[in-house]
């Protein structure tokens, strides 16, 4: 018998309908996606100092639409550390082509 089944078999009567209707509503597909994603968090590393980040961490979405980057935070300091110099490298860009 598989953990997924014990379980069911240890609800009461309304926990049983609520889990029902929550699976039926969608929340238990989300609540199962956000559980993956911090399986893939769990493995990131922090650009700017190079820690393992953990669940709390600060993401950032970035680049163009056609090539999105990702990148996990272990805190608010590396965050503006790294959008101290990503800044600074957009503006020496733009001078170049200017």
């Known amino acids: 018998m598989n953990k997924i089944s014990e379980i069911i078999d240890e609800l009461s009567q309304d926990e049983l309908e609520l ?5 039926k509503e969608g929340y238990l597909q989300k609540y199962i996606d956000r559980k ?3 399986f893939k968090i769990k493995d990131k590393i922090c650009p700017v100092c190079g820690n393992t980040v953990g669940e709390d961490c600060l993401v950032l ?3 163009d639409i056609s090539l999105r980057k990702k990148a996990h935070f272990c805190g608010a300091d590396c965050l503006e550390y790294f959008l101290d110099n990503f800044i600074k490298t957009k503006k ?3 001078k170049l082509k200017n």
Do not use: A, I
Not at 19 to 23: A, L, N, Q, T, V
């Open 19 to 23: 889990f029902e209707r929550e699976m």
């Open 92 to 94: 020496r860009k733009q």
């Open 36 to 38: 993956k994603e911090f």
């Open 61 to 63: 979405v970035f680049g």
